[in-house]
């Protein structure tokens, strides 16, 4: 069936490292693509997305582009910060789903912890 | 941004009684909330799409009398879950989808639930 797979964690980095989660996904038609995070203790907020094929989220020094060829998006950034410590999942959409509403699914998540 | 809150945040029943988690959407209304179950190490699981003034849609497999979802008015859902048993705990988080994207979801911070 239609899945999100993303690499497993931990991942643990030190302070401007550069980071790389990958994502992949399985699904009929285009979905959208969210990468969400979770910083601890809190609920997951929308990092960035994208809606069609080659688009680019961005958002935080994070990007992630949606490759429709390799049904991937791999979420990067260029110089980590201890701040960015926190769970990250990615998730594709169905806006098909039951109508308007949008529907998730979800990767596992990666925990990222980077170290001063 | 738009803020999702959930009470309790962590709650330990025994087994066979039933517990409340309220879902509430503090500076806007929604229409749709979601709720999903967490294991650990695990996706985020759609349980069940809530749509207000009408009744839940449960996904394959989640029992509608054993979860029971109520979205009476346009900030608050609630999940009931009845004759707790032990396989019932596990980390329950809601969202809402933004009025005016309904692919974009704001998530509570998740339920931690222990049935003893």
């Known amino acids: 069936g239609d899945s999100v797979t993303q690499m497993e964690g931990p991942v643990t980095l030190s302070e401007e490292a550069f980071l790389t989660i990958n994502c992949t996904y399985t699904a009929t038609g285009y979905p959208s693509l969210f990468w969400y995070v979770q910083y601890p203790g809190e609920g997951l907020q929308l990092l960035l997305k994208a809606t069609k094929a080659d688009d680019k989220g961005s958002n935080k020094g994070f990007e992630a582009t949606y490759r429709k060829e390799t049904t991937s998006f791999h979420l990067e950034k260029g110089s980590v910060q201890v701040s960015d410590s926190a769970v990250y999942f990615c998730?594709?959409?169905?806006?098909?789903?039951?109508?308007?509403?949008?529907?998730?699914?979800f990767g596992k998540g990666t925990k990222l912890s980077v170290k001063p | 941004g738009a803020v999702v809150s959930q009470h309790p945040s962590r709650v330990i029943c025994k087994s066979g009684t039933s517990v409340k988690i309220e879902c509430r959407s503090l500076?806007?209304?929604?229409?749709?909330m979601f709720w999903y179950r967490q294991f650990p190490k695990q996706s985020l699981m759609l349980m069940a799409t809530s749509n207000e003034g009408s009744k839940a849609t449960y996904e394959q497999g989640v029992e509608k009398d054993k979860f029971l979802i109520n979205h009476a008015s346009l900030t608050l859902s609630t999940l009931t879950v009845t004759s707790a048993h032990p396989e019932d705990s596990s980390f329950y988080i809601c969202?809402?989808?933004?009025?005016?994207?309904?692919?974009?979801?704001?998530f509570g911070p998740g339920t931690r639930l222990l049935v003893l």
């Open positions: 969202s809402a989808a933004d009025p005016a994207n309904q692919e974009t979801q704001y």
């Open positions: 500076d806007f209304q929604a229409t749709t």
């Open positions: 998730a594709r959409g169905d806006r098909n789903y039951g109508g308007s509403q949008g529907n998730l699914i």
